[in-house]
Structure formats: structure tokens, C-alpha cells
């Protein structure tokens, strides 16, 4: 038996190759040390991926690793929140959560709520707008409420998304801030709030209740109107439509909302620095121009305003959820 | 003239040159792989387009795409795995070609008209966007239901045995679509619990299992068939002409249909190349010669499907509403760059929108060589031994499907798919009515109760307007038609001659 076999020198090679690398593990050497992933729920293309994009790349900027951004559809967004709530919460793996988290739980669809995740930061929030056909007689927001309140039940009908989504809870929300019952305006799902719009010019609903951006190139092409925001203020982007306080007196408002959160238990200083990265992300005039461009609503919120945000909004949709017979509990 | 010269000078940097050019290739060596798929390929792009400036960025969504729809042809008609849900519709008729040995009339008359077809819908793009707009927002649910009916009746004019087997097929399909959440009620319906088939059951993966693999099931288990001999490929080109000047009205009808379809909003590449098929056998003068190897309905339906790419963009320019998920993910982009969809694309930023119309045309006179190159190239496949390339297009099915949303679960539907397919190929039951009932039945049954919701119950409204009166009359003529003609056979018999 020869003393130095071929699998002998081969493993003394591999030792020998490897051995320099032997280091005690440093742990948190300095977090970022390598790339993080930055989980999407919603498909690529969309603006929760759009926003979940930049947001990534000027992180990348910020920290110095790549944040790469992974969309795992599916489920209505229950399997990329799922995916966020699993993972394993040592920082190198977070999310963009959106309002849907504070939805998804009455409907029985996931065990998952606000308080399976460690939230970072409130990164944007969007209001819905009331948008009517451009050939629409209502011409301000009082003049529609009025004739509302005058139409028998169910015969004026909205849309811009699907059953229980976000912008039907809102106009659910904003008919019982009125005094109405949530079903007095019918509601048609749509898939989404562009085939809403386009049921709109095509005279098939008569208000959409989706986000002003959403609608904005209906509007701008002079097919649609937005008579106001379910806001506590305007929109910079869009001055001239006013909120619902401002126009009728109604103090309802609700948005659809997006922040960066990631599993629960993750270790304070990691949450802490991004959090800290996020506001500079926020407060840079990159972040600025994409949202802008875009229309979103620039909001901030650090991880504890983040937290009580999603508390406050899972009692309102919770409330209109309630009221429009949704609830499954 | 001079937004012209100004779209030409942005087209005309190194930065779109390259950028088209890569993302052709790219694009072209995607659809050509089975189980990647044109979708997949443009999701992809979305972080690239992150570093790029915006025509060129909009220039690699659009070449990739257009290079996609064509090259998913080609596995199609050399292996019978279409490599995207728009050559589904022609599949098994330019297998059969492949099979008498005229794979370049097939690959060849697939590369000439759907270059033929894109720059047509490029030019209806730039002439008629306004009009072509127009009609896109007359549509409304009711409009929509009838259409999509119709398209689902094409079922049984794939079937090459018993259209009863492809009426079940395309119903098993219907069935499918009925999984999930995303329904007009918001309702959990056979979830079983199951998060991952809350969603539903995507087109993606059930098109990948359905072909791809039960055709790899069908190949493992059978002997191999005949090699084709390895004469060489003749010019693809050269048989071209003759078929353009034969089948011209085809060719016109499939551009046109393609157009119209694909400026729809939802409907895409995948439902023109269906409808055109559908037209192209009921008008053709030789109906029983289809299913056999016969070029007419691939004229026609090769044109549709890349003439809809472009029809696409109408809607999607114009208002910001996608035509399917591949304009969705452009509309994205789009944002992104600051290149808003709306009047103002038109107005404003009309030079850009002239610079990707010119884009547009570039990237189907690109598509002639590039896909002469890629035919080339492919047909060195089919000489592979089947053991060795099965597996790999195994794996690219996985990859694929998985690459599109990273979910795992689509992998376990592609696997459930493939055995699906195979039990059903086995007893006649045609897969393509199966797939047909799958990207039809979401939208049948949404519009459906949408426009009852909006009617109160009411059957009336459906055919009220004038459009949905149209398409009902057509889809009810379609559907009595064998029953009229039935009672005209007994008619006759009973007379006495």
C-alpha cells in the first residue's frame, strides 16, 4: 500500500487550500456583509415593485451590499408576506409589506397580521380618489355625494378593484362615514384599477374609488375626473383636487400603503441601522423625483409611527371589512 | 418631420444599438428554449432596465418580446412544445410539417410573417393608435364576455379526432380556472387550505406541463421515431414569396385580426393566434387539410400573434392599461423612465413615441436574419439523442416556470401538468382545448358576472349594445351552425332527390 495515495494528496491539497480561510466567525462583523434580499409580494412591473426597486437599489447605495429584489407572487399576496414572516430574522432577508397585511387576516386567508413582522419604516401611502366619467353632470364632490344619497340602493355602481380589495373597502368606509349602508353603491370587481378605469370611459360603472395616480392617465387624456381625496391633505401632485373634509365635510380618509419591514425577533442594532438607511433613502432627492414622477404619496413613518400606522389602519378596514360583510371570523 | 429627424437621432446612439441588439438575442435564444417563456423573459429585463436610459430601456422590452413570440415557434414545430402560449394555437400543425419533412416551410413561413405581421402592427401602431384607442374603450364587459366566448369555441376546431373530446377538454380547463381566489366574489374556491393555490392555477406552468413534459413522458416511453434525414436545411426563405402571394388574404386577415385583438385590453398574442387559426379554418377552402401540415394556418395565425404584440401597445401607450403581462410589465417600465402613458406621451414626449415605433419596425426587419441564424442553430437539436436533450428541457421547464414569480409551487404544478397531459394525450383528449379553457375561462366567467352584476341579473343588456349584439349573433351562429346544418342534411335525405 503506497503511503501517499491519489485521495491522500488530493485531501491534503484541499486542506492546504482551505486552511488560510480558517477565521473564527465573526458574526456581525458590520452589517451589511453580504447581500440582503428584499422580498416582493406582487408581481415585477407593478408599483410595489417599482417602488421596492428603488427603494433597493438606493439602499444598495446607502449600506454598501446589494439589496436584491425578489418577487414571490401568489395567493393575493398571502405567499410573498408569508415568505417575509418566515425567513429567518438575522437582517439579510427583508420585505416591502403592504396594506393587504391588514386585510388579508379578516378575510381567514392567513393566520399572518401586523404583529408577525418587525416593521421598519412607512415608506408611501396612497389615497383612493373619486373619480367620475369625464361626460359625468357632477361636477364637485357634494354635488355626487347629494346624488347618492338620493339614488335608491344599488343603483349607482363603482369599481376599481376586486371584491374586498383596498379601494372597495374605501368607498365602503367613506358611504358609512356618510351615514349610508356599505352596499349602497354597488360594488363591480374589476381586476385591477386599469380595467376600472376603462369599464369608466366606457360608461359601464359610474365612480371609481382607485388612487389618483392610477387614474391619472385617463384623467389626463380628458376621459375622467377626480373630485376629491379620501385624504387628511391634497396631494401635491394634484392640487387642484380637493379632500373629502374640504368638499363635504365627511372626515374619512384611508390609503393603501407600502413600508419595509422584515420577520419578527430580528436583532435591534440591525433593524435600527436600516431603519436609519431608509429615512436617508426617504429624505433623498432620487426617492424624491421616482415618486413624484410616479405620483405616489410620499409618506414617512419609522419603525414605531410604522407600527401604530398599521394598527390604526387594521381597525378601520377591519370596521369596513365589517360593515360590507366581509369578514370571515 | 422634425419629431421624425429628433426620434432618429435618439434611436441612433451606440447605447439602443447595443441594447437592441442584445436583448434580440437574448430574447430570440429565450422563446426558443422550451419552458422559458416570452413573460419570463421580459420580467427578467426589469432590473436591467433599472441602468439604462429610456429608449433604450423600452427598446429592450419591446425587440425581446417581439423575438420571444416568434422563437417560441420554433421548438413548437421541430419538438411540439411551443416555447410560449401564443404558438399553442399552431403547434401540432407545424409538428406535422416538421414530420413530412418540410420543417422550413413551417420554421420559414413562422420567421416571415410574424416579421411581416409585427411591422404591419407597427404601422396600424403609428397611424391609427387614436382610433384603435377608441374602440379599445368601447368595450365593456358585455363586449368582452362574447369575445372571450367566442375564443372559447375555437376549442373544437383544434380537435383532429372528436370535437366532443375537445369540448371536454377545454370544460376540464374551465374547471381549473374555477381554483383560486381571484373570481368576482373574492372567494376562496377549491383552495383546500392551500395558500399557493390561492392565486389559481397560472397559464404559465399548466401550458409547460401540459406540452413540455407529457411530451417528454411521451418521448421516454416510446421508441424514437424515424430520424429525419439530415438533409441540409434548404434557403428558408426561398418558399416564402410563393406562399405570401398564395395565401394573401390570409395573411391580411391574420395582421388584421391580430391588430384588433391584441389593442384589446387583456387579451394578448396568445388569444389572436387562436382566433386567427379558428378563422382561418372556417374560411379556408380546404378545411380538412388542417391538422395534416398545411402552411395556410400558420400564415395566418403567425401574423396575428406578433401583429398583436403591437396592438398591444395601444392601450398601453394611450391610457396606461396593459394588453397582457408582458405590456403590464412595460406600462412598469414605462413609469419608470418617465415616459408617463397618457397624451402627454403623444404630445410633449411625442418624439419618444415616434422613436419607439421606429424601434418597433427595426426589431422585426432584425428579427429575418437573426431568425434565420436561430432556425439554423435549432435544427442541430433535433439530432441530439432524446436522452440527452429531454432532461435538459426538463430542467428548463422547471427553471422557467420557477423564474417567474420564485415560487416553488409552480414546479409542482408543471410536474401535475405533465402527467395530466400525457393521460389525456393518450386517450384523444386534445391538450390544446385543455390550455384553451385555462387562458379563456378567468376572463369568461369574470365578464360574465361583472356585466350581471351591472345589468341586476338582467340577460337583456347582453345584447344591447350594438358591439355585443355583433358578437353574440356571431357566437350563437357559430354555435348552431352544426345543428343548422345537421337539420339541412335530414332535410335533403327526406326529400326525395
Avoid at chain 1, 440582503?36 to 451590499?65: C, H, K, N, S
Wanted: contains cysteine; glycine residues 10%; aromatic residues 8%.
Amino acid at each position: 500500500m503506497t503511503l501517499i495515495t491519489r485521495r491522500g494528496a488530493l485531501a491534503a491539497g484541499a486542506l492546504a487550500g482551505i486552511a488560510p480561510l480558517a477565521r473564527p466567525a465573526l458574526g456581525q462583523a458590520r452589517y451589511p456583509n453580504r447581500p440582503v434580499q428584499v422580498i416582493v409580494p406582487w408581481g415585477a412591473g407593478g408599483g410595489t415593485d417599482a417602488t421596492a426597486r428603488i427603494v433597493a437599489a438606493l439602499l444598495e447605495r446607502e449600506m454598501g451590499q446589494p439589496f436584491n429584489v425578489v418577487n414571490r407572487t401568489g395567493g393575493s399576496g398571502v405567499v410573498g408576506h408569508t415568505a417575509i414572516a418566515q425567513a429567518t430574522p438575522d437582517g439579510y432577508t427583508i420585505g416591502m409589506i403592504t396594506v393587504e397585511i391588514c386585510m388579508m387576516h379578516w378575510q381567514g386567508l392567513t393566520q399572518l397580521t401586523r404583529n408577525s413582522f418587525t416593521p421598519l419604516a412607512l415608506m408611501n401611502e396612497d389615497p383612493p380618489g373619486v373619480q367620475v366619467n369625464a361626460n359625468s353632470p357632477h361636477r364637485d364632490i357634494r354635488s355626487l355625494a347629494d346624488a347618492i344619497r338620493a339614488s335608491p340602493a344599488g343603483r349607482l355602481r363603482a369599481s376599481g378593484t376586486g371584491q374586498g380589495g383596498i379601494w372597495h373597502l374605501a368607498l365602503a368606509g367613506w358611504l358609512g362615514a356618510m351615514g349610508l349602508p356599505a352596499d349602497h353603491v354597488r360594488w363591480v370587481p374589476s381586476n385591477g384599477a386599469a380595467p376600472a378605469m376603462q369599464e369608466l370611459a366606457a360608461g359601464g360603472v359610474d365612480i371609481v374609488t382607485c388612487s389618483v395616480p392610477e387614474a391619472r392617465a385617463m384623467i389626463e387624456a380628458g376621459r375622467a375626473r377626480s373630485l376629491a381625496i379620501m385624504a387628511p391633505q391634497r396631494n401635491p401632485q394634484f392640487p387642484n383636487v380637493p379632500t373629502l373634509k374640504e368638499g363635504l365635510g365627511v372626515d374619512f380618509s384611508v390609503g393603501a400603503w407600502r413600508g419595509m419591514a422584515g420577520p419578527l425577533n430580528m436583532p435591534t442594532e440591525i433593524a435600527q441601522a436600516l431603519t436609519a438607511a431608509l429615512q436617508r433613502v426617504w429624505n433623498g432627492q432620487e426617492f424624491r423625483d421616482f415618486m413624484n414622477a410616479r405620483g405616489f404619496g410620499l409618506v414617512w413613518g419609522n419603525a414605531a409611527e410604522f407600527a401604530a400606522h398599521m394598527e390604526r389602519a387594521d381597525g378601520t378596514l377591519g370596521a369596513a371589512m365589517r360593515a360590507a360583510g366581509i369578514v370571515r371570523s | 418631420m422634425n419629431t421624425l429627424l429628433e426620434a432618429f437621432s435618439m434611436i441612433a446612439t451606440t447605447e439602443v444599438a447595443v441594447a437592441i441588439l442584445a436583448s434580440a438575442v437574448y430574447g430570440m435564444v429565450i422563446g426558443a428554449l422550451p419552458g422559458l417563456t416570452a413573460t419570463m423573459a421580459t420580467a427578467l429585463l426589469v432590473p436591467i432596465t433599472f441602468y439604462l436610459s429610456p429608449i433604450a430601456a423600452i427598446a429592450t422590452i419591446i425587440t425581446a418580446s417581439a423575438m420571444a413570440i416568434f422563437s417560441g415557434d420554433i421548438p413548437g414545430a421541430l419538438m411540439r412544445i411551443p416555447g410560449t402560449p401564443a404558438s399553442a394555437a399552431y403547434t401540432d400543425e407545424a409538428y406535422a410539417l416538421t414530420r413530412k419533412g418540410q420543417a422550413e416551410v413551417a420554421l420559414g413561413a413562422a420567421l416571415w410573417f410574424s416579421a411581416l405581421g409585427g411591422i404591419f402592427g407597427a404601422v396600424a401602431l403609428m397611424i391609427l393608435a387614436p382610433a384603435l384607442a377608441e374602440m379599445a374603450l368601447s368595450f365593456s364587459t358585455y363586449e368582452y364576455f362574447w369575445l372571450f366566448f367566442l375564443g372559447l369555441m375555437c376549442a373544437t376546431l383544434v380537435a383532429r379526432s372528436s370535437p366532443i373530446k375537445a369540448i371536454a377538454a377545454a370544460l376540464l380547463g374551465l374547471l381549473i380556472t374555477c381554483i383560486g381566489i381571484q373570481n368576482p366574489g373574492g372567494v376562496p374556491r377549491f383552495t383546500f387550505g392551500f395558500t399557493d393555490l390561492l392565486g389559481g392555477i397560472e397559464v404559465l406552468p399548466a401550458l409547460v406541463g401540459v406540452f413540455a413534459v407529457s411530451e417528454i413522458m411521451r418521448a421516454l416511453t416510446s421508441a424514437p421515431p424515424p430520424p429525419i434525414p439530415n438533409r441540409r436545411l434548404g434557403s428558408i426563405l426561398s418558399g416564402q414569396w410563393a406562399l405570401t402571394r398564395r395565401y394573401k388574404k390570409q395573411m391580411w386577415r391574420g395582421n388584421v385580426v391580430g391588430v384588433l385583438v391584441g389593442a384589446l385590453p387583456g387579451a394578448g398574442a396568445d388569444m389572436a393566434a387562436w382566433i386567427a387559426y379558428a378563422n382561418s379554418r372556417r374560411f379556408s377552402k380546404e378545411p380538412e387539410k388542417f391538422g395534416t401540415g398545411h402552411p395556410e394556418g400558420l400564415v395566418e395565425s403567425g401574423s396575428a400573434n406578433n401583429a398583436a404584440l403591437a396592438g398591444g401597445w395601444v392601450p398601453a401607450t394611450l391610457f396606461g392599461i396593459p394588453g397582457d403581462t408582458i405590456t403590464a410589465i412595460a406600462i412598469g417600465v414605462l413609469y419608470m423612465k418617465g415616459l408617463n402613458p397618457g397624451p402627454t406621451l403623444f404630445t410633449e414626449k411625442a418624439s419618444s413615441m415616434y422613436a419607439l415605433y421606429m424601434v418597433f419596425i427595426i426589431a422585426n426587419i432584425l428579427m429575418i436574419p437573426l431568425g434565420i441564424v436561430m432556425i439554423r442553430t435549432s435544427r442541430h437539436v433535433l439530432r441530439a439523442p432524446r436522452a440527452a436533450a429531454m432532461p435538459i428541457i426538463l430542467l428548463l421547464c422547471a427553471v422557467g416556470t420557477f423564474a417567474i414569480g420564485n415560487n416553488p409551487f409552480a414546479i409542482v404544478l408543471v410536474a401535475v401538468f405533465g402527467v395530466l397531459g400525457f393521460v389525456m394525450e393518450r386517450n384523444g383528449f386534445p391538450v390544446a382545448a385543455l390550455v384553451l379553457g385555462i387562458v379563456m375561462g378567468t376572463m369568461v366567467e369574470h365578464n360574465f358576472v361583472t356585466s350581471l352584476i351591472k345589468s341586476d341579473g338582467e340577460l337583456l343588456p347582453f345584447f344591447e349594445r350594438p358591439v355585443s349584439a355583433v358578437l353574440a349573433t356571431m357566437t350563437i351562429a357559430a354555435l348552431l351552425w352544426p345543428v343548422f346544418v345537421w337539420l339541412l342534411r335530414r332535410l335533403r335525405q327526406a326529400r326525395p332527390a
